[in-house]
Protein backbone atom coordinates (compact mmCIF):
# COMPACT_ATOMS: atom_id res chain seq x y z
CA UNK A 1 0.00 0.00 0.00
CA UNK A 2 1.59 3.23 -1.05
CA UNK A 3 2.06 6.24 1.72
CA UNK A 4 -0.92 8.28 -0.25
CA UNK A 5 -3.64 5.44 0.44
CA UNK A 6 -2.22 5.07 4.07
CA UNK A 7 -2.69 8.63 4.94
CA UNK A 8 -6.13 8.43 3.34
CA UNK A 9 -6.95 5.80 5.32
CA UNK A 10 -6.22 7.16 8.82
CA UNK A 11 -8.30 10.34 8.00
CA UNK A 12 -11.17 8.53 7.36
CA UNK A 13 -13.52 9.77 4.67
CA UNK A 14 -13.78 13.18 3.45
CA UNK A 15 -16.49 15.56 4.66
CA UNK A 16 -16.75 15.91 1.16
CA UNK A 17 -18.74 12.73 1.24
CA UNK A 18 -20.68 13.75 3.77
CA UNK A 19 -21.98 17.07 1.84
CA UNK A 20 -23.06 14.80 -1.23
CA UNK A 21 -24.84 12.77 1.28
CA UNK A 22 -26.88 15.63 2.80
CA UNK A 23 -27.92 16.14 -0.69
CA UNK A 24 -28.94 12.93 -1.78
CA UNK A 25 -30.60 12.61 1.28
CA UNK A 26 -33.40 15.55 0.77
CA UNK A 27 -33.96 14.76 -3.40
CA UNK A 28 -34.27 11.22 -2.43
CA UNK A 29 -37.04 12.38 0.81
CA UNK A 30 -38.27 14.60 -2.44
CA UNK A 31 -38.32 11.47 -4.99
CA UNK A 32 -39.62 8.57 -2.75
CA UNK A 33 -42.02 10.65 -0.94
CA UNK A 34 -43.55 11.64 -3.77
CA UNK A 35 -43.55 7.90 -4.99
CA UNK A 36 -45.24 6.25 -2.20
CA UNK A 37 -48.40 8.09 -2.73
CA UNK A 38 -48.37 9.01 -7.02
CA UNK A 39 -50.40 5.81 -7.64
CA UNK A 40 -52.92 6.08 -4.77
CA UNK A 41 -53.07 9.55 -5.94
CA UNK A 42 -53.91 8.40 -9.74
CA UNK A 43 -56.46 5.83 -8.66
CA UNK A 44 -58.46 7.67 -5.72
CA UNK A 45 -57.85 11.84 -7.01
CA UNK A 46 -57.97 11.38 -10.41
CA UNK A 47 -59.15 8.21 -11.06
CA UNK A 48 -57.16 6.01 -13.44
CA UNK A 49 -57.81 2.24 -13.55
CA UNK A 50 -55.22 0.44 -11.74
CA UNK A 51 -53.68 -0.85 -15.16
CA UNK A 52 -53.59 2.66 -16.37
CA UNK A 53 -52.15 4.22 -13.51
CA UNK A 54 -48.85 1.51 -13.28
CA UNK A 55 -47.97 1.73 -16.65
CA UNK A 56 -48.01 5.20 -16.39
CA UNK A 57 -45.85 4.73 -12.98
CA UNK A 58 -43.73 2.95 -15.08
CA UNK A 59 -42.97 5.23 -17.92
CA UNK A 60 -42.04 7.71 -15.14
CA UNK A 61 -39.86 6.07 -13.35
CA UNK A 62 -38.61 4.98 -16.26
CA UNK A 63 -37.89 8.60 -17.99
CA UNK A 64 -36.84 9.23 -14.46
CA UNK A 65 -33.74 6.67 -15.16
CA UNK A 66 -33.15 7.35 -19.30
CA UNK A 67 -32.84 11.11 -18.96
CA UNK A 68 -29.19 10.73 -16.88
CA UNK A 69 -28.31 9.94 -20.68
CA UNK A 70 -28.63 13.62 -21.54
CA UNK A 71 -27.69 15.41 -18.13
CA UNK A 72 -24.71 13.34 -17.52
CA UNK A 73 -23.34 14.37 -21.32
CA UNK A 74 -23.85 17.62 -21.08
CA UNK A 75 -21.84 17.44 -17.70
CA UNK A 76 -19.39 16.03 -18.86
CA UNK A 77 -19.11 18.37 -21.89
CA UNK A 78 -20.28 21.65 -20.71
CA UNK A 79 -22.16 22.77 -17.27
CA UNK A 80 -20.06 20.43 -15.03
CA UNK A 81 -21.22 18.28 -12.14
CA UNK A 82 -22.28 21.21 -9.44
CA UNK A 83 -24.06 23.58 -11.76
CA UNK A 84 -25.95 20.41 -13.43
CA UNK A 85 -27.29 19.31 -9.83
CA UNK A 86 -28.43 22.68 -9.04
CA UNK A 87 -29.60 23.18 -12.26
CA UNK A 88 -31.82 20.06 -12.16
CA UNK A 89 -32.67 20.51 -8.00
CA UNK A 90 -34.30 23.82 -8.97
CA UNK A 91 -36.48 21.97 -11.99
CA UNK A 92 -37.30 19.38 -9.51
CA UNK A 93 -38.81 21.76 -6.96
CA UNK A 94 -40.48 23.20 -9.62
CA UNK A 95 -41.92 20.18 -10.68
CA UNK A 96 -43.24 19.05 -7.01
CA UNK A 97 -44.94 22.61 -6.76
CA UNK A 98 -46.92 22.21 -9.97
CA UNK A 99 -47.99 18.94 -8.77
CA UNK A 100 -49.11 20.89 -5.78
CA UNK A 101 -51.46 23.10 -7.60
CA UNK A 102 -52.34 19.67 -9.43
CA UNK A 103 -54.16 18.23 -6.09
CA UNK A 104 -55.35 21.33 -5.47
CA UNK A 105 -57.66 21.62 -8.54
CA UNK A 106 -57.83 18.17 -9.58
CA UNK A 107 -61.78 18.21 -8.54
CA UNK A 108 -62.62 21.93 -9.41
CA UNK A 109 -60.84 22.01 -12.67
CA UNK A 110 -59.93 18.14 -13.99
CA UNK A 111 -58.89 19.29 -17.48
CA UNK A 112 -56.23 21.41 -16.27
CA UNK A 113 -55.39 19.30 -13.45
CA UNK A 114 -54.55 16.60 -16.18
CA UNK A 115 -52.42 19.40 -17.82
CA UNK A 116 -50.40 20.43 -14.64
CA UNK A 117 -50.29 16.62 -13.38
CA UNK A 118 -47.71 15.55 -16.79
CA UNK A 119 -46.41 19.09 -16.48
CA UNK A 120 -45.23 18.29 -13.16
CA UNK A 121 -44.14 15.10 -13.94
CA UNK A 122 -41.90 16.20 -17.03
CA UNK A 123 -40.41 18.39 -14.87
CA UNK A 124 -39.57 16.35 -12.30
CA UNK A 125 -38.16 13.47 -15.11
CA UNK A 126 -36.12 16.72 -16.78
CA UNK A 127 -34.41 18.14 -13.70
CA UNK A 128 -33.62 14.11 -12.50
CA UNK A 129 -31.40 13.88 -15.09
CA UNK A 130 -29.36 16.55 -14.51
CA UNK A 131 -29.41 15.69 -10.52
CA UNK A 132 -28.58 11.69 -10.44
CA UNK A 133 -25.21 10.94 -12.51
CA UNK A 134 -22.88 13.35 -11.77
CA UNK A 135 -23.66 13.34 -7.60
CA UNK A 136 -23.10 9.47 -8.07
CA UNK A 137 -20.55 10.72 -10.41
CA UNK A 138 -19.11 13.16 -8.25
CA UNK A 139 -18.72 10.78 -4.67
CA UNK A 140 -16.09 8.35 -7.31
CA UNK A 141 -14.17 11.27 -7.52
CA UNK A 142 -13.22 12.27 -3.82
CA UNK A 143 -10.84 9.59 -3.91
CA UNK A 144 -7.83 8.54 -5.53
CA UNK A 145 -7.97 5.54 -8.27
CA UNK A 146 -7.58 2.06 -6.59
CA UNK A 147 -8.63 3.43 -2.99
CA UNK A 148 -10.21 0.64 -1.15
CA UNK A 149 -12.02 3.17 0.53
CA UNK A 150 -14.82 3.53 -2.18
CA UNK A 151 -16.92 0.58 -1.62
CA UNK A 152 -17.55 1.36 1.79
CA UNK A 153 -18.08 5.04 0.63
CA UNK A 154 -20.95 4.23 -1.86
CA UNK A 155 -22.69 2.32 1.63
CA UNK A 156 -22.63 5.24 3.20
CA UNK A 157 -23.87 7.39 0.47
CA UNK A 158 -26.21 4.72 -0.19
CA UNK A 159 -27.20 5.17 3.58
CA UNK A 160 -27.98 8.76 2.50
CA UNK A 161 -30.39 7.88 -0.20
CA UNK A 162 -32.47 5.91 2.47
CA UNK A 163 -32.30 7.64 5.29
CA UNK A 164 -34.25 10.22 2.81
CA UNK A 165 -35.90 7.56 1.39
CA UNK A 166 -37.26 6.42 4.90
CA UNK A 167 -38.46 9.99 5.85
CA UNK A 168 -40.00 10.77 2.47
CA UNK A 169 -42.95 8.03 2.75
CA UNK A 170 -43.48 8.73 6.50
CA UNK A 171 -43.44 12.87 6.10
CA UNK A 172 -45.51 12.66 2.41
CA UNK A 173 -47.82 10.07 3.97
CA UNK A 174 -48.30 11.22 6.99
CA UNK A 175 -49.69 14.99 5.74
CA UNK A 176 -51.00 13.20 2.06
CA UNK A 177 -52.43 9.99 2.48
CA UNK A 178 -54.78 10.75 4.84
CA UNK A 179 -57.94 9.09 3.27
CA UNK A 180 -59.03 12.51 1.88
CA UNK A 181 -57.86 12.50 -1.70
CA UNK A 182 -57.37 16.34 -1.64
CA UNK A 183 -54.57 15.98 0.82
CA UNK A 184 -52.56 14.63 -1.30
CA UNK A 185 -51.47 18.01 -2.22
CA UNK A 186 -49.62 18.29 0.98
CA UNK A 187 -47.35 15.22 0.11
CA UNK A 188 -45.87 17.22 -3.29
CA UNK A 189 -45.60 20.15 -1.01
CA UNK A 190 -43.24 18.69 1.34
CA UNK A 191 -40.99 17.26 -1.19
CA UNK A 192 -40.72 20.10 -2.88
CA UNK A 193 -39.43 21.81 0.11
CA UNK A 194 -36.76 19.14 0.97
CA UNK A 195 -36.01 19.51 -2.87
CA UNK A 196 -35.17 23.43 -2.08
CA UNK A 197 -33.10 22.53 0.68
CA UNK A 198 -30.70 19.77 -1.22
CA UNK A 199 -30.04 22.66 -3.49
CA UNK A 200 -29.22 24.62 -1.37
CA UNK A 201 -26.85 22.30 1.05
CA UNK A 202 -24.84 21.66 -2.18
CA UNK A 203 -25.12 25.44 -3.32
CA UNK A 204 -23.54 26.65 0.22
CA UNK A 205 -20.91 23.76 1.21
CA UNK A 206 -19.45 22.39 -2.08
CA UNK A 207 -16.69 24.98 -3.06
CA UNK A 208 -15.19 24.03 0.66
CA UNK A 209 -15.92 20.38 1.31
CA UNK A 210 -16.07 18.58 -2.11
CA UNK A 211 -12.59 18.79 -3.34
CA UNK A 212 -10.50 16.27 -4.76
CA UNK A 213 -7.14 14.19 -3.19
CA UNK A 214 -5.52 16.88 -4.45
CA UNK A 215 -7.34 19.32 -2.92
CA UNK A 216 -8.98 21.10 -5.71
CA UNK A 217 -12.66 22.00 -6.22
CA UNK A 218 -14.56 19.16 -7.51
CA UNK A 219 -17.88 18.96 -10.24
CA UNK A 220 -16.87 22.64 -11.61
CA UNK A 221 -17.01 23.53 -15.11
CA UNK A 222 -15.00 20.83 -17.73
CA UNK A 223 -11.65 22.73 -19.52
CA UNK A 224 -12.96 24.20 -22.97
CA UNK A 225 -16.60 24.17 -22.21
CA UNK A 226 -17.98 27.20 -24.61
CA UNK A 227 -18.88 30.36 -22.76
CA UNK A 228 -21.86 30.79 -24.71
CA UNK A 229 -23.40 27.64 -22.92
CA UNK A 230 -23.02 28.59 -19.62
CA UNK A 231 -24.87 32.18 -19.70
CA UNK A 232 -27.72 31.62 -17.65
CA UNK A 233 -30.45 32.53 -20.06
CA UNK A 234 -29.19 30.23 -22.52
CA UNK A 235 -28.63 27.58 -19.49
CA UNK A 236 -32.96 28.42 -18.76
CA UNK A 237 -33.88 28.24 -22.41
CA UNK A 238 -31.76 24.50 -22.40
CA UNK A 239 -33.63 23.32 -19.14
CA UNK A 240 -36.64 24.77 -21.15
CA UNK A 241 -36.85 23.04 -24.17
CA UNK A 242 -35.40 19.49 -22.11
CA UNK A 243 -38.63 19.98 -19.92
CA UNK A 244 -40.90 20.47 -22.81
CA UNK A 245 -39.42 17.38 -24.50
CA UNK A 246 -39.69 15.08 -21.27
CA UNK A 247 -43.41 16.19 -21.27
CA UNK A 248 -43.96 15.43 -24.34
CA UNK A 249 -42.44 12.16 -24.13
CA UNK A 250 -44.45 10.91 -20.95
CA UNK A 251 -47.30 11.89 -22.70
CA UNK A 252 -46.95 10.62 -25.60
CA UNK A 253 -46.26 6.84 -24.00
CA UNK A 254 -48.59 7.48 -22.01
CA UNK A 255 -51.49 8.40 -23.92
CA UNK A 256 -50.82 7.57 -27.78
CA UNK A 257 -48.48 4.68 -28.04
CA UNK A 258 -46.11 3.06 -26.27
CA UNK A 259 -42.57 3.46 -27.14
CA UNK A 260 -40.38 3.95 -24.35
CA UNK A 261 -39.14 0.40 -24.67
CA UNK A 262 -37.98 0.78 -28.60
CA UNK A 263 -36.56 4.15 -27.51
CA UNK A 264 -33.86 2.51 -24.16
CA UNK A 265 -32.91 -0.24 -26.48
CA UNK A 266 -31.61 2.84 -29.55
CA UNK A 267 -30.26 4.78 -26.66
CA UNK A 268 -28.22 1.52 -25.37
CA UNK A 269 -27.24 0.89 -28.68
CA UNK A 270 -26.21 4.40 -29.25
CA UNK A 271 -23.82 4.64 -26.60
CA UNK A 272 -22.29 1.49 -26.72
CA UNK A 273 -21.11 2.89 -30.26
CA UNK A 274 -19.94 5.50 -29.35
CA UNK A 275 -17.69 4.30 -26.77
CA UNK A 276 -16.45 1.16 -28.40
CA UNK A 277 -15.87 3.16 -31.78
CA UNK A 278 -13.63 5.35 -29.46
CA UNK A 279 -9.99 4.83 -30.72
CA UNK A 280 -8.51 6.69 -27.66
CA UNK A 281 -9.53 3.80 -25.23
CA UNK A 282 -7.70 0.67 -24.68
CA UNK A 283 -8.57 -2.91 -25.07
CA UNK A 284 -8.50 -3.18 -21.46
CA UNK A 285 -10.76 -0.36 -21.05
CA UNK A 286 -12.98 -1.23 -23.89
CA UNK A 287 -13.20 -4.63 -21.74
CA UNK A 288 -13.90 -3.40 -18.41
CA UNK A 289 -16.39 -1.40 -19.95
CA UNK A 290 -18.25 -4.71 -20.93
CA UNK A 291 -18.55 -5.48 -17.43
CA UNK A 292 -20.27 -2.51 -16.54
CA UNK A 293 -22.85 -3.50 -19.79
CA UNK A 294 -23.05 -7.17 -18.71
CA UNK A 295 -24.12 -6.53 -15.21
CA UNK A 296 -26.41 -3.57 -16.23
CA UNK A 297 -28.11 -6.35 -17.78
CA UNK A 298 -28.92 -8.42 -14.98
CA UNK A 299 -29.94 -5.28 -13.21
CA UNK A 300 -32.71 -4.81 -15.31
CA UNK A 301 -34.59 -8.57 -13.48
CA UNK A 302 -33.70 -7.24 -10.30
CA UNK A 303 -35.21 -3.27 -10.50
CA UNK A 304 -38.38 -4.73 -12.57
CA UNK A 305 -39.01 -6.90 -9.38
CA UNK A 306 -37.98 -4.19 -6.72
CA UNK A 307 -39.98 -1.70 -8.06
CA UNK A 308 -43.48 -3.25 -7.72
CA UNK A 309 -43.19 -1.25 -4.42
CA UNK A 310 -44.24 2.07 -5.51
CA UNK A 311 -47.11 0.32 -7.58
CA UNK A 312 -48.74 -3.56 -7.43
CA UNK A 313 -46.77 -4.13 -3.82
CA UNK A 314 -48.61 -0.34 -2.90
CA UNK A 315 -52.08 -1.73 -4.16
CA UNK A 316 -51.52 -4.61 -1.63
CA UNK A 317 -50.92 -2.93 1.20
CA UNK A 318 -53.55 -1.08 0.36
CA UNK A 319 -56.06 -3.75 0.01
CA UNK A 320 -55.08 -6.73 1.36
CA UNK A 321 -52.83 -6.02 4.07
CA UNK A 322 -54.20 -5.78 7.71
CA UNK A 323 -53.02 -2.30 8.43
CA UNK A 324 -55.15 -1.51 11.72
CA UNK A 325 -53.67 -1.34 14.73
CA UNK A 326 -56.83 -0.41 16.87
CA UNK A 327 -55.34 3.08 17.88
CA UNK A 328 -54.38 3.92 14.39
CA UNK A 329 -54.49 2.92 10.86
CA UNK A 330 -50.93 2.71 9.26
CA UNK A 331 -51.13 4.44 5.64
CA UNK A 332 -50.62 2.21 2.95
CA UNK A 333 -47.37 4.69 1.72
CA UNK A 334 -45.52 4.06 5.22
CA UNK A 335 -44.90 0.47 4.09
CA UNK A 336 -42.56 1.99 1.08
CA UNK A 337 -40.44 3.69 4.21
CA UNK A 338 -39.52 -0.15 5.42
CA UNK A 339 -36.99 -0.57 2.10
CA UNK A 340 -35.16 2.66 3.64
CA UNK A 341 -35.28 1.89 6.84
CA UNK A 342 -33.84 -1.12 6.62
CA UNK A 343 -31.31 -0.21 4.62
CA UNK A 344 -30.43 2.05 6.83
CA UNK A 345 -29.87 -0.36 9.73
CA UNK A 346 -28.09 -3.08 7.73
CA UNK A 347 -25.73 -0.75 5.43
CA UNK A 348 -22.82 -0.65 8.04
CA UNK A 349 -23.19 -4.02 8.86
CA UNK A 350 -22.58 -4.85 5.28
CA UNK A 351 -19.86 -1.91 4.68
CA UNK A 352 -18.09 -3.81 7.94
CA UNK A 353 -18.71 -7.22 6.21
CA UNK A 354 -17.05 -6.25 3.22
CA UNK A 355 -13.89 -5.07 4.66
CA UNK A 356 -13.69 -7.68 6.58
CA UNK A 357 -13.79 -10.64 5.04
CA UNK A 358 -10.40 -8.87 3.46
CA UNK A 359 -8.66 -11.02 0.58
CA UNK A 360 -11.99 -13.41 0.81
CA UNK A 361 -14.49 -10.77 -0.02
CA UNK A 362 -16.48 -11.58 -3.35
CA UNK A 363 -16.16 -10.13 -6.28
CA UNK A 364 -18.58 -7.11 -7.00
CA UNK A 365 -20.26 -9.38 -9.58
CA UNK A 366 -20.60 -12.54 -7.31
CA UNK A 367 -22.07 -9.83 -4.54
CA UNK A 368 -24.55 -8.74 -7.74
CA UNK A 369 -25.90 -11.84 -8.21
CA UNK A 370 -26.52 -12.32 -4.22
CA UNK A 371 -28.62 -9.50 -4.24
CA UNK A 372 -30.98 -10.93 -6.79
CA UNK A 373 -30.86 -14.60 -5.16
CA UNK A 374 -32.11 -12.36 -1.75
CA UNK A 375 -34.98 -10.53 -3.97
CA UNK A 376 -36.28 -13.88 -5.37
CA UNK A 377 -36.25 -15.20 -1.36
CA UNK A 378 -38.38 -12.15 -0.76
CA UNK A 379 -41.18 -12.85 -3.14
CA UNK A 380 -40.80 -16.44 -1.87
CA UNK A 381 -41.63 -15.27 1.54
CA UNK A 382 -45.15 -13.32 0.17
CA UNK A 383 -45.61 -15.93 -1.80
CA UNK A 384 -46.36 -18.54 0.73
CA UNK A 385 -47.80 -15.85 2.61
CA UNK A 386 -50.52 -15.32 0.66
CA UNK A 387 -51.39 -18.83 -0.83
CA UNK A 388 -54.55 -20.08 -0.62
CA UNK A 389 -56.02 -17.00 1.00
CA UNK A 390 -59.26 -15.65 -0.57
CA UNK A 391 -59.06 -12.11 -2.62
CA UNK A 392 -61.58 -10.66 0.38
CA UNK A 393 -59.07 -11.89 3.57
CA UNK A 394 -56.31 -9.53 4.73
CA UNK A 395 -53.26 -10.84 6.31
CA UNK A 396 -50.75 -9.84 8.79
CA UNK A 397 -48.26 -6.90 8.13
CA UNK A 398 -45.59 -9.59 8.39
CA UNK A 399 -45.71 -10.58 5.22
CA UNK A 400 -44.79 -7.05 3.46
CA UNK A 401 -42.56 -5.83 6.62
CA UNK A 402 -40.07 -9.62 6.08
CA UNK A 403 -40.11 -9.38 2.27
CA UNK A 404 -38.83 -5.37 2.40
CA UNK A 405 -35.88 -6.71 4.97
CA UNK A 406 -35.10 -9.31 2.24
CA UNK A 407 -35.56 -7.13 -0.70
CA UNK A 408 -33.51 -4.40 1.28
CA UNK A 409 -30.61 -7.02 1.88
CA UNK A 410 -30.56 -7.86 -1.88
CA UNK A 411 -30.23 -3.86 -2.44
CA UNK A 412 -27.10 -3.59 -0.34
CA UNK A 413 -25.34 -6.20 -2.32
CA UNK A 414 -26.53 -5.18 -5.81
CA UNK A 415 -26.84 -1.23 -5.94
CA UNK A 416 -23.91 0.52 -4.28
CA UNK A 417 -21.94 -2.13 -5.36
CA UNK A 418 -23.32 -1.62 -8.92
CA UNK A 419 -22.48 2.35 -8.36
CA UNK A 420 -19.51 1.73 -7.17
CA UNK A 421 -18.09 -1.06 -9.99
CA UNK A 422 -19.06 1.31 -12.64
CA UNK A 423 -16.94 4.23 -11.42
CA UNK A 424 -14.10 1.78 -11.08
CA UNK A 425 -14.00 0.32 -14.23
CA UNK A 426 -15.30 3.52 -16.35
CA UNK A 427 -12.79 5.19 -18.28
CA UNK A 428 -12.31 8.95 -16.93
CA UNK A 429 -13.47 10.99 -20.23
CA UNK A 430 -16.90 8.71 -20.14
CA UNK A 431 -16.90 8.65 -16.03
CA UNK A 432 -20.30 10.57 -16.35
CA UNK A 433 -21.95 8.47 -19.29
CA UNK A 434 -21.09 5.18 -18.24
CA UNK A 435 -23.01 6.13 -14.95
CA UNK A 436 -25.91 6.57 -17.16
CA UNK A 437 -26.02 3.36 -19.04
CA UNK A 438 -26.24 1.79 -15.08
CA UNK A 439 -29.40 4.01 -15.07
CA UNK A 440 -30.88 3.14 -17.88
CA UNK A 441 -30.74 -0.10 -17.39
CA UNK A 442 -32.63 0.55 -14.35
CA UNK A 443 -34.93 2.61 -16.72
CA UNK A 444 -35.39 -0.72 -18.85
CA UNK A 445 -36.12 -1.91 -15.40
CA UNK A 446 -38.79 0.36 -14.38
CA UNK A 447 -40.71 0.18 -17.38
CA UNK A 448 -41.29 -3.76 -17.54
CA UNK A 449 -42.28 -3.14 -13.95
CA UNK A 450 -45.30 -0.95 -14.56
CA UNK A 451 -46.12 -3.56 -17.56
CA UNK A 452 -45.62 -5.95 -14.96
CA UNK A 453 -47.82 -4.41 -12.16
CA UNK A 454 -50.03 -4.14 -14.52
CA UNK A 455 -50.56 -8.05 -14.11
CA UNK A 456 -51.66 -7.64 -10.68
CA UNK A 457 -55.03 -9.67 -10.17
CA UNK A 458 -58.29 -8.54 -10.29
CA UNK A 459 -60.25 -11.27 -10.53
CA UNK A 460 -59.42 -12.22 -13.79
CA UNK A 461 -57.05 -14.48 -15.24
CA UNK A 462 -54.12 -12.97 -17.21
CA UNK A 463 -50.52 -14.32 -18.73
CA UNK A 464 -47.66 -13.02 -18.73
CA UNK A 465 -45.12 -14.90 -21.32
CA UNK A 466 -47.52 -18.28 -21.51
CA UNK A 467 -47.40 -17.68 -17.95
CA UNK A 468 -50.88 -17.95 -16.12
CA UNK A 469 -51.82 -15.40 -13.43
CA UNK A 470 -55.06 -16.40 -11.70
CA UNK A 471 -53.95 -15.21 -7.88
CA UNK A 472 -51.62 -13.14 -6.08
CA UNK A 473 -49.44 -16.56 -5.50
CA UNK A 474 -49.26 -16.68 -9.24
CA UNK A 475 -48.12 -13.05 -9.56
CA UNK A 476 -45.57 -13.16 -6.69
CA UNK A 477 -44.02 -16.50 -8.00
CA UNK A 478 -43.54 -14.47 -11.51
CA UNK A 479 -40.95 -12.28 -9.68
CA UNK A 480 -39.65 -15.65 -7.95
CA UNK A 481 -38.51 -17.62 -11.17
CA UNK A 482 -37.04 -14.59 -12.89
CA UNK A 483 -34.87 -13.24 -10.31
CA UNK A 484 -33.86 -16.39 -9.58
CA UNK A 485 -33.12 -17.54 -13.23
CA UNK A 486 -31.03 -14.30 -13.45
CA UNK A 487 -29.58 -15.06 -10.22
CA UNK A 488 -27.90 -18.84 -11.17
CA UNK A 489 -26.86 -17.35 -14.81
CA UNK A 490 -24.86 -14.40 -12.89
CA UNK A 491 -23.38 -16.44 -10.17
CA UNK A 492 -21.95 -19.04 -13.30
CA UNK A 493 -20.56 -15.88 -14.73
CA UNK A 494 -19.48 -14.26 -12.06
CA UNK A 495 -15.46 -15.68 -12.12
CA UNK A 496 -15.66 -14.50 -15.97
CA UNK A 497 -16.74 -11.21 -15.64
CA UNK A 498 -14.16 -11.17 -12.27
CA UNK A 499 -11.33 -11.45 -14.87
CA UNK A 500 -12.47 -8.99 -17.42
CA UNK A 501 -11.79 -6.38 -14.61
CA UNK A 502 -8.45 -6.73 -15.18
CA UNK A 503 -7.97 -5.61 -11.34
Known amino acids: MNTMNQENLQKGHPKGLYVLFATEMWERFNYYGMRAILVLFMTKALLFDKV ?122 FFGDTGNPADFRWAFLAGGIGMIISVITLYVLNNKYVLAPDKSIIGLTPAGAPKKVLKPLNIVLILALISVTTIGLLYIDAKVVNYLFYLLIISIVLIAGIIYSDKSLSTVEKTRVSVIFSVSFFVIFFWSAF ?118 LAPLKFGSLLMAVWFTANAFANKLAGVLSGYYPDGKTTSFLGYQITNLYDFFMLFVGMAGVASLILFLLSSKLKKMMHE
Open 52 to 173: FASNLYGSYTSLIYLTPLLGGYIADRYWGNRRSIIAGGIVMAIGEFVLFFCGTFYASSPDMAMILFFSGLGLMIAGNGFFKPNISSMVGQLYPKADKRIDSAYTIFYMGINTGGALGPFVCG
Open 307 to 424: EQAGASLTFFAEEQTQRDLGFFKVPSSFFQSLNSIFVVGLAPVFAWLWLKMGKREPASPFKMAIGLFLLAIGYLWIAFGVKDVQANIKVSMIWLTGMYMMHSMGELCLSPIGLSLVNK
